[in-house]
Antibody
Framework: EVQLVESGGGLVQPGGSLRLSCAAS????????MNWVRQAPGKGLEWLSY????????YYADSVKGRFTISRDNAKNSLYLQMNSLRDEDTAVYYC????????????????WGQGTLVTVSS | DIVMTQSPDSLAVSLGERATINCKSS????????????LAWYQQKPGQPPKVLIY???TRESGVPDRFSGSGSGTDFTLTISSLQAEDVAVYYC??????????FGGGTKVEIK
């Protein structure tokens, strides 16, 4: 069974940093591209970042480019999101999601999602 | 960026009746070289992460009940629930991946029981 479990969320002040993790199991992690998607409270979905299985291809949404860094450790079956210079508008539930078309080196759609981790940016 | 516009924002349907959700993209998401529409549909129940229902506009994900179907091409798409069940109460989102890596979602449509 595919499982994705996020961790690392919490309360952080504006301008602060946080590192999210996503532990994957139930599939060959290195063979799949992964994504981060967020959802602000009561709002819709926003794709943030993508990383291919080999980490060769990495992409970011304009809203987080230069502030967030995606990475992965295939030996640990783990995905990460380093978030710096956090703003109030980054408050959201952050989901890791497996790419449903990992044979392409670009994000497509998402076939498995974690339960999410809440990040609250507030002073 | 491709803007995805869903309608209606919400709808209430009686149990066993048909529910229809529309999604319009600001530009075509049909890739002419492979004749595929780069569009997916998701269901998000309260307190849960989204779940993919449909991709390539009309391909049902494994395990998704066949009362869910996707149709449309180019800029206009529809998700149809042929016979609404109580467990279908959720928010539904469309998402385009034509302009990958710049993916965008629709604003969501909330489906309730009348």
């Amino acid at each position: 069974e595919v499982q994705l479990v996020e961790s690392g969320g919490g309360l952080v002040q504006p301008g602060g940093s946080l590192r999210l993790s996503c532990a994957a199991s139930g599939f060959t992690f290195s063979s799949y591209s992964m994504n981060w998607v967020r959802q602000a409270p009561g709002k819709g979905l926003e794709w943030l970042s993508y990383i291919s299985g080999s980490s060769i291809a990495i992409y970011y949404a304009d809203s987080v480019k230069g502030r967030f860094t995606i990475s992965r450790d295939n030996a640990k079956n783990s995905l990460y999101l380093q978030m710096n210079s956090l703003r109030d508008e980054d408050t959201a539930v952050y989901y890791c999601a497996r790419d449903g078309a990992s044979y392409y080196d670009s994000p497509y759609f998402f076939d498995y999602w974690g339960q999410g981790t809440l990040v609250t940016v507030s002073s | 960026d491709i803007v995805m516009t869903q309608s209606p924002d919400s709808l209430a349907v009686s149990l066993g009746e048909r529910a229809t959700i529309n999604c319009k993209s600001s530009q075509s998401v049909l890739y002419s070289s492979n004749n595929k529409n780069y569009l997916a549909w998701y269901q998000q129940k309260p307190g849960q992460p989204p779940k993919v229902l449909i991709y390539w506009a009309s391909t049902r994900e494994s395990g998704v009940p066949d009362r869910f179907s996707g149709s449309g091409s180019g800029t206009d798409f529809t998700l149809t629930i042929s016979s609404l069940q109580a467990e279908d109460v959720a928010v539904y989102y469309c998402q385009q991946y034509y302009s990958t890596p710049l993916l965008t979602f629709g604003g969501g449509t909330k489906v309730e029981i009348k």
